[in-house]
């Protein structure tokens, strides 16, 4: 089953808007959620959804500038969407940043929603 859109708001603990574009002949769900409007936001996400990654290696997979990487970092641990963990690697302390259980939630709940918004789509361009 799908998660509403009001599910996904109010996880993330924002409004959203259900727009129609008689133009593009689609419904668009408006999230004026400054979290989700910040770049890369749901790609830093992304990237950590298999295993835990280290600065260097999230910058590296999305080619972000670094100094935007570090604020998604810091917006993505506020929210409690991400957490930092130490780990050994070579007798050296690394840290590594893991989704935490929100953001696996998270992960979910954004998978579903964009199944249910190709259907949608799909239904109404028919």
């Not at 408006?30 to 979290?35: G, L, N």
Request: net charge positive.
């Amino acid at each position: 089953m799908y998660p509403s859109l009001r599910t996904i708001a109010m996880k993330l603990n924002y409004r959203y808007d259900i727009i129609y574009s008689k133009r593009y002949k689609a419904f668009y769900v408006v999230m004026p959620m400054k979290i989700l409007d910040n770049s890369y936001f749901c790609t830093v996400v992304l990237t950590l959804q298999h295993q835990p990654k280290s600065f260097n290696d999230i910058l590296r997979d999305i080619n972000i500038n670094p100094s935007t990487l570090n604020r998604r970092i810091k917006e993505l641990t506020r929210y409690n969407l991400i957490e930092p963990i130490i780990v050994r690697e070579n007798e050296e302390n690394r840290i590594k940043y893991k989704l935490t259980k929100k953001g696996e939630g998270l992960i979910k709940d954004l998978d579903e929603f964009v199944r249910l918004s190709e259907r949608l789509e799909r239904a109404i361009l028919e």
